[in-house]
């Protein structure tokens, strides 16, 4: 190819991305109308109405944005849903992530992270091939590989932030398993000791309760929503924990020793899996002590005997 061509080639390619920058710029200058009035009229709408009108015209702030932009990348993100698949298994990992997106701006964020990796490669691609030419078949190869690879990324990285989340929440459990039974046990009910909880405490598992107590007061039995919560969460304790307050709430059983019973078998469990996470690196942790420490003590210990026989030798 000559250089008129692949000056044509990048020009457009500038262009192309000049534009879509400024469409970007545009739309978030402008507000949209359904992004001023939906707050205010969300409460009278039918609920299936709003969801199929928030999934073909997401709110002003999300990853899409607005106009010609935005409809190109509901496209891609529905095709990529397509593609892939596995709604349900996307929004109970959201879910367990405690993000606040839908299984649709997810799609649209994998599609940004598909045209990143697609947009680096297609650079190093012009580099390459206009040193060599004839790699323009295995370029082109290289970049559908790339921007397939972000979006695969985007789904690995869902999961590594659920699983962060979930030993956050393993770690906080004991804890808030521990301030729960001793409100219990001060005379509070299940609902004013998880108050007491949320006042009080941080973290992943404390924000969890509080989004059982939002579903508590917008009119949501006490046992439904902790149901709920063991439904969403992806951690058999929290699960059980949330089942044990449920019971007691519906038939009034005993909470204290429970919650007591519960803290002490998750420091159990972290006791052997610390344990048994040592054993498994034992060979490891012999590493630095073979290939570091040992030979600087040998080193230490012949280099002088060699000296004095170089000194002393005839």
């Known amino acids: 190819m000559s250089l008129t061509v692949w000056g044509a080639l990048l020009g457009a390619v500038a262009g192309v991305a000049a534009l879509v920058v400024l469409d970007r710029l545009a739309a978030?200058?402008?507000?949209?109308?359904?992004?001023?009035?939906l707050p205010y009229i969300r409460d009278?709408?039918?609920?299936?109405?709003?969801?199929?009108r928030e999934r073909e015209l997401p709110m002003l702030g999300g990853p899409t944005g607005t106009s010609a932009s935005r409809v190109l990348l509901d496209a891609a993100a529905?095709?990529?849903?397509?593609?892939f698949g596995g709604s349900a298994s996307v929004r109970r990992r959201l879910d367990r992530a405690g993000s606040s997106l839908t299984v649709h701006d997810f799609r649209v964020e994998q599609v940004w992270w598909g045209l990143i990796g697609l947009g680096g490669a297609a650079a190093l691609a012009v580099l390459l091939t206009w040193q060599s030419p004839g790699r323009a078949g295995s370029m082109l190869v290289l970049c559908l590989l790339a921007g397939a690879f972000g979006i695969v990324l985007r789904d690995q990285r869902l999961t590594a932030e659920v699983s962060s989340r979930e030993r956050r929440?393993?770690?906080?459990?004991?804890?808030?398993?521990?301030?729960?039974?001793l409100s219990v046990a001060a005379g509070e009910g299940p609902v004013a000791a998880l108050?007491?909880?949320?006042?009080?405490?941080?973290?992943?598992?404390?924000?969890?309760?509080?989004?059982?107590?939002?579903?508590?007061?917008?009119?949501?039995?006490?046992?439904?929503?902790l149901d709920d919560l063991a439904g969403r969460t992806g951690l058999p304790v929290v699960a059980r924990f949330a089942e044990g307050m449920a019971v007691a709430v519906e038939r009034g059983t005993p909470l204290?020793?429970?919650?007591?019973?519960?803290?002490?078998?998750?420091r159990e469990a972290r006791r052997r899996e610390l344990i048994e996470s040592g054993a498994r690196r034992e060979v490891l942790m012999m590493v630095p002590v073979v290939f570091l420490v040992l030979p600087t003590v040998v080193f230490f210990v012949f280099f002088p005997g060699v000296v004095g026989l170089r000194l002393f030798a005839p």
């Open 78 to 83: 529905r095709a990529v849903e397509r593609v």
């Open 195 to 225: 108050e007491r909880v949320c006042r009080r405490g941080t973290g992943e598992l404390t924000r969890e309760l509080d989004r059982v107590l939002a579903a508590v007061r917008t009119g949501t039995p006490v046992a439904r929503a």
């Open 44 to 52: 009278v709408l039918d609920p299936e109405v709003e969801a199929r």
């Open 28 to 37: 978030v200058r402008r507000p949209r109308l359904e992004a001023r009035v």
């Open 256 to 266: 204290g020793e429970v919650l007591h019973a519960q803290a002490a078998d998750v």
């Open 169 to 181: 929440m393993l770690a906080e459990f004991p804890t808030v398993a521990e301030l729960l039974a």
